[in-house]
């Protein structure tokens, strides 16, 4: 797929997306369910979802969403698009209690996360925060050329650890809480963070997400952002992330990392 038309399905889907949230939130009550693994789902995940699903079908790509079935074969395909509708589900609730009149700060942030699969490889990818409207596209083959609009949480620090704000007990994450040059950062949503891992300046970074288990939409930007910027994104049980294998990636969640400092995760992992 050429770039541009990429880009302008993102836009598109970006649009549609914002808009069935506002609608859904204003029109209908709160109604939450939860799935297997314990996590929280709206029937605004699940309208977004219908609603992306239905333009990327229209644009002749295979679909592979948190809400929709799980297909393996499509996975297996290697040619797919992923759809996260609302990644950081929590934060979306406590802004349907208390408002959308303001900024309750990163912890809370909910995002979009689309991401592009080509030949088993990850291609382009798209985050688009509905907190602070930030907007990244993402190109696995271009660098140099990526968009990124309203970068409002701005975090710029040397080393970085992005942190799973439920829980700071696992053990892998106590020990880089003791490393003295870290800084400890707070910011809700899987995907979001991932991708902050990778193309904020950090001289290294890592984000280890142990609390729930997470499918290929939940990282599939941060895997085009590792393969355009430099990092590595694994599964659970310290493997690199496959792309034409399984859905839910084994083991209970997903390690991003940049740089050398936090390999040693890695061995801890396995």
């Known amino acids: ?21 506002m609608d859904f939130t ?11 693994d314990k996590s929280v789902v709206t029937q605004c995940d699940q309208a977004i979802d219908i609603a992306l699903t239905k333009i990327a079908l229209e644009a002749d790509l295979s679909v592979v969403s948190e809400e929709g079935e799980p297909v393996l074969k499509i996975v297996q395909s290697g040619n797919y698009l992923t759809i996260d509708p609302i990644d950081g ?7 349907v209690n208390f408002g959308f009149d303001k900024d309750l700060g990163p912890e809370k942030d909910f995002c979009l996360l689309l991401g592009i699969v080509e030949n088993n490889q ?9 907190v602070t409207k930030e907007k990244i596209f993402l190109d696995a083959q271009d660098k140099n050329n990526f968009i990124r609009l309203d970068n409002k949480r701005n975090y ?21 809480l003791k490393i003295p040059d870290i800084t400890a950062i707070k ?15 950090h001289q290294s970074a890592v984000t280890v997400h142990r609390v729930q288990t997470a499918g290929l939409w939940d990282i599939l930007p941060a895997a085009v952002a590792a393969k355009a910027f430099g990092g590595k994104v694994y599964d659970d049980l310290g493997e690199p992330l496959k792309l034409n294998q399984y859905i839910i990636l084994p083991g209970k969640g997903a390690t991003i990392i940049k740089g050398d400092k936090f390999k040693f995760v890695i061995d801890e992992l396995k």
């Not at 204003?26 to 297997?36: E, G, S, V």
């Open 1 to 21: 797929m050429d770039k541009n038309i990429a880009y302008s399905l993102f836009e598109t889907m970006i649009k549609v997306a914002e808009q069935q949230l």
């Open 26 to 36: 204003l029109n209908y009550p709160l109604r939450i369910d939860h799935k297997a």
């Open 89 to 95: 589900t929590l934060g979306y609730i406590d802004y």
């Open 122 to 130: 990850p291609r382009f990818g798209a985050v688009f925060n509905y």
């Open 156 to 176: 710029t620090q040397d080393y970085a650890v992005y942190l799973d704000q439920r829980t700071t007990e696992d053990k892998i994450t106590k020990q880089l």
């Open 187 to 201: 910011q809700a949503a899987l995907g979001l963070k991932s991708v902050y891992t990778i193309i904020n300046p």
